[in-house]
C-alpha cells in the first residue's frame, strides 16, 4: 500500500469514527477514538524520575507523553500506538499547535465550550483551523478533507476523532497534576525551543512488537499500558506481562536508564505490591518504574 493510499483509508475509517462517543468504542485496534489531553498524574510522575539522555521510546496516545519527555530533554524520540490516527492528531496536529501558537492561544484551543459541544469540550474552531493551515502538507491534506467530509456527515454536532474532557475535568487536566509544558508561559515557550531540535519517528504497532533490534533507549516511557494486562495475554495474563516487562528492560533499556511503565493508580502496581514482586523485579519508587544500573568500567 502506498502513502497516499493509507492516508486514505486512515481518513476513511476516521470518518467512520466522527461523532461517536468514546464509550462506544473502548477496544484497542488499528482504529479508535482516544483521549486528546492526558487523563494521568504526569506530573506528579515526574517528580520522582529524573530525566536524561537524549533518546527515547514512548506511547503516542494524546501526544502529552512524547511532549513532556521533550520538555524533559529528549530530543530523538520513537512513538508508538497500536491506533494509527493518533500520529494525525499528536504530532500533525498537536506538535504543530504548539510550534505555532502562542501560550495564550494554545490554552484557548483546548477551551471551547458551549451548548453545542456540552458536555464535552471540542478545539477552538478558529484556532485549529489556523493550525491546519500552518501544517505539513501530509497532515493539513488529512485535516482538510476529514474537516469537510465530516461537517456534511453530521453538520449539527462537533466532530473528532478524540474526546478531550468534560467542563469539570478540563480544570483538573490542566493543572499541575498533568502536564508540565501547560502550567505557565515559561514552560510552554521552553517545550517550543526544545521541539526545534526533537526528531520524532512514529510507528504503527503493539507494545506485543516491541524487540530487541529496536534497539537501546535512555528513556522508555509506556505509561499505563500495562494496567490492561488481562487484555494483552489469553493465559496467565499478569506473569506474561511481567515477563513482556523485563524483556523490554533487558533488551531496550540503555545502562542507567529508566523504564516508565505504571502510573499512581495502576492496577497492575497493586497486583506487583501483593505478589511481593518488588525485590525480584528492582522496581523502586512506589513500583512506577525500573533503573537499570549503570555498567562498571573496569
Same mark, same amino acid.
Given at each position: 500500500?502506498?502513502?497516499?493510499?493509507?492516508?486514505?483509508?486512515?481518513?476513511?475509517? +476516521?470518518?467512520?469514527?466522527?461523532?461517536?462517543?468514546?464509550?462506544?468504542?473502548?477496544?484497542?485496534?488499528?482504529?479508535?477514538?482516544?483521549?486528546?489531553?492526558?487523563?494521568?498524574?504526569?506530573?506528579?510522575?515526574?517528580?520522582?524520575?529524573?530525566?536524561?539522555?537524549?533518546?527515547?521510546?514512548?506511547?503516542?496516545?494524546?501526544?502529552?507523553?512524547?511532549?513532556?519527555?521533550?520538555?524533559?530533554?529528549?530530543?530523538?524520540?520513537?512513538?508508538?500506538?497500536?491506533?494509527?490516527?493518533?500520529?494525525?492528531?499528536? =504530532?500533525?496536529?498537536?506538535?504543530? +499547535?504548539?510550534?505555532?501558537?502562542?501560550?495564550?492561544?494554545?490554552?484557548?484551543?483546548?477551551?471551547?465550550? *458551549?451548548?453545542?459541544?456540552?458536555?464535552?469540550?471540542?478545539?477552538?474552531?478558529?484556532?485549529?483551523?489556523?493550525?491546519?493551515?500552518?501544517?505539513?502538507?501530509?497532515?493539513?491534506?488529512?485535516?482538510?478533507?476529514?474537516?469537510?467530509?465530516?461537517?456534511?456527515?453530521?453538520?449539527?454536532?462537533?466532530?473528532?476523532?478524540?474526546?478531550?474532557?468534560? /467542563?469539570?475535568?478540563? /480544570?483538573?487536566?490542566?493543572?499541575?497534576?498533568?502536564?508540565?509544558?501547560?502550567?505557565?508561559?515559561?514552560?510552554?515557550?521552553?517545550?517550543?525551543?526544545?521541539?526545534?531540535?526533537?526528531?520524532?519517528?512514529?510507528?504503527?504497532?503493539?507494545?506485543?512488537?516491541?524487540?530487541?533490534?529496536?534497539?537501546?533507549?535512555?528513556?522508555?516511557?509506556?505509561?499505563? =499500558?500495562?494496567?490492561?494486562?488481562? *487484555?494483552?495475554? *489469553?493465559?496467565?495474563?499478569?506473569?506474561?506481562?511481567?515477563?513482556? +516487562?523485563?524483556?523490554?528492560?533487558?533488551?531496550?533499556?540503555?545502562?542507567?536508564?529508566?523504564?516508565?511503565?505504571?502510573?499512581?493508580?495502576?492496577?497492575?502496581?497493586?497486583?506487583?505490591?501483593?505478589?511481593?514482586?518488588?525485590?525480584?523485579?528492582?522496581?523502586?519508587?512506589?513500583?512506577?518504574?525500573?533503573?537499570?544500573?549503570?555498567?562498571?568500567?573496569?
Amino acid at each position: 500500500m502506498t502513502v497516499s493510499e493509507q492516508r486514505r483509508k486512515d481518513l476513511e475509517e +476516521a470518518l467512520k469514527l466522527s461523532g461517536k462517543k468514546i464509550k462506544e468504542v473502548t477496544d484497542f485496534k488499528e482504529y479508535n477514538i482516544f483521549f486528546g489531553l492526558t487523563n494521568e498524574y504526569l506530573q506528579d510522575l515526574w517528580s520522582r524520575f529524573r530525566i536524561s539522555g537524549e533518546t527515547g521510546l514512548s506511547v503516542l496516545a494524546s501526544g502529552d507523553q512524547m511532549l513532556n519527555l521533550i520538555y524533559k530533554g529528549v530530543s530523538k524520540i520513537d512513538t508508538f500506538d497500536i491506533n494509527r490516527l493518533t500520529e494525525y492528531y499528536a =504530532i500533525g496536529f498537536k506538535k504543530r +499547535a504548539i510550534e505555532c501558537l502562542s501560550y495564550e492561544q494554545f490554552i484557548k484551543l483546548f477551551d471551547y465550550y *458551549d451548548r453545542n459541544t456540552a458536555p464535552y469540550y471540542f478545539l477552538n474552531p478558529e484556532l485549529e483551523k489556523y493550525v491546519i493551515e500552518n501544517m505539513e502538507e501530509e497532515y493539513k491534506r488529512f485535516w482538510q478533507e476529514f474537516l469537510y467530509r465530516s461537517k456534511e456527515l453530521n453538520p449539527t454536532k462537533p466532530n473528532s476523532i478524540f474526546i478531550l474532557a468534560q /467542563k469539570s475535568e478540563l /480544570k483538573w487536566v490542566k493543572s499541575n497534576h498533568s502536564n508540565i509544558y501547560m502550567n505557565n508561559i515559561k514552560n510552554y515557550q521552553k517545550l517550543q525551543q526544545n521541539l526545534l531540535d526533537a526528531k520524532i519517528t512514529f510507528q504503527q504497532m503493539n507494545i506485543l512488537d516491541i524487540s530487541p533490534n529496536m534497539g537501546k533507549y535512555d528513556t522508555i516511557f509506556l505509561s499505563n =499500558i500495562f494496567d490492561y494486562y488481562e *487484555d494483552m495475554f *489469553d493465559e496467565n495474563p499478569f506473569d506474561e506481562a511481567l515477563k513482556l +516487562a523485563k524483556s523490554i528492560y533487558e533488551n531496550n533499556l540503555q545502562d542507567g536508564g529508566q523504564l516508565i511503565f505504571i502510573h499512581l493508580f495502576s492496577r497492575f502496581l497493586s497486583r506487583l505490591m501483593d505478589e511481593n514482586y518488588v525485590e525480584d523485579t528492582r522496581l523502586y519508587d512506589l513500583a512506577l518504574g525500573w533503573k537499570k544500573p549503570r555498567s562498571r568500567k573496569r
